[in-house]
């Protein structure tokens, strides 16, 4: 039975024998992980499982990344063990990280962090379980399973944390030296459905997080989206500590924009925007880019109505917001990403994201299928954009909190037409290419010009003979 230890009193609390017999299960995936262990254990070590692979086996969530820790060896003598099994690499030596070759598992040893973005380390192997963990964020990411008892050794609380869904600070103090951490709680919010404490909800309200990087936001970003059920709950987590207009200052700018209650019975335009975001979420998606595309999109879709919403004649319209969202969007991706084919995506998802209702509205033929699907090229699809419009109508439940479940037949019926058009998921081809225009007309502007007339042309009367196809072009030009 997997034992709970409180390392201090050395109270003993059990755990469900699945939590167990699910690791050793996953643990014989990794040969020889389990030789290694033995080895420490006989040499006098202790090798614990940490981090984020313990909280998800607790919540019964997939393992993805093992993080072993190893008490009361040297660095020199764990090495040598390591070596014994194959090739061994430094992660980074002066972090106490290794590597066996073929081994897809981080090893570490016990060490202590001075504050800053390149913090000095000293690597203690004998400072105890204990300080070992107070080091680390959240109580329920400061626990560790010895893989050789597997018992759980919880010094801060962290299992009951997790059961009762809160989020605290192992050790405050520690907790503010890495601002990022504040990005962190963010993004557990939405992906364990968790919430802090008033401890922890404090400090984060006052955490400086001004010097921490694109690429390090990007990553927590990325977490929240592509990792939680309700991302939503990350960002009005955001909006309740008042720090929305500070770190999305786009999506700040639409809480309390007013929408016609006709079509929007959610209400304001940031309650939309978040049962959007959460809709998008439970959509199937062909890889992580085109999800983090799609699901931006849901987030941006909007935010040009914060410049649009008038009142006309006692009715709230937003005439040309998804035109003036694209620069909002792309705006809010620049801080938070540095991926120019994802914002470039997302903007055109913006600025077309009421193209699907139009179009059946307007019984729309086959060319502008054609047309829009060229438009979204090359990044983004009318796949996509139908998964944008969707998130778009199922963001409107009276009900707050979350997103409406129903399909819409308006969209089914788009996606229909653009398969039928064969430009669902890619533009339809060029028939004629720069290459065979080359005894005509050198490559440039004009060149550009007369390939743009050709497509228009294959498009509106369906001209697919490459040689009438630039008889024509050559005739119109002259």
Known sequence: MVKAIDVTSMN???ID???????????????????????????????????????????GRPIKDLDIEVHGLSLEDFEAILKK??????????????????????????????????????????MGIKSAFRRRDLTINSMGIDLSTFDLLDPYGGYEHLKKGILHATDEAKFVEDPLRFYRVMQFVGRFGMHPDEQLNEICKKMDVSEVSTERIETEFEKLILKSKYPSLGIRWLKDLSRLAEILPEVASVVGIPQNPAWHPEGEVFEHTMQCLDASAAFDYDDDEQQLMVMYAALCHDLGKSITTQDVGGVFKSIGHS?????????????????????????????YHMAPSQFIAANAKPAAYKRLAKNLAPHATLQMLAKVALADKQGRNPIKGKPLKKKLPVIDKFLEKAK???????????????????????????????????????????????????????????
């Open 420 to 478: 039928d058009a064969k430009v669902e998921k890619k533009p339809e081809p060029p028939v004629l290419l720069g290459r065979d225009l080359f005894d005509v007309v050198e490559p440039g502007p004009k060149m550009g010009e007369l390939l743009k007339k050709a497509y228009e042309l294959k498009i509106e009367e369906g001209i697919k003979d490459k040689k009438e196809l630039k008889k024509k072009i050559l005739e119109d030009k002259q």
């Open 85 to 126: 099994f194959g090739g061994v690499v430094f992660v980074g030596k002066s972090f106490g990280v290794l590597r066996l070759h073929g081994l897809d598992v981080d090893w570490a040893l016990p060490r202590t962090d001075s504050v800053g973005r390149k913090p000095d380390v000293e690597i203690d192997p004998y």
């Open 323 to 351: 035109k003036e969202g694209v620069a909002i969007s792309k705006k809010l991706l620049t801080r938070i990403t540095k991926k120019k084919d994802l914002i470039e995506a997302v903007g055109k998802l913006v600025r």
């Open 12 to 14: 003993t609390t059990e």
């Open 17 to 59: 024998k699945n939590i167990q017999n699910t690791l050793i299960t996953y643990l014989e995936v990794y040969h020889p992980l389990m030789s290694i262990v033995k080895k420490i254990n006989k040499k006098g070590g202790r090798v614990l499982l940490v981090g984020g692979a313990v909280r998800d086996l607790l919540l």
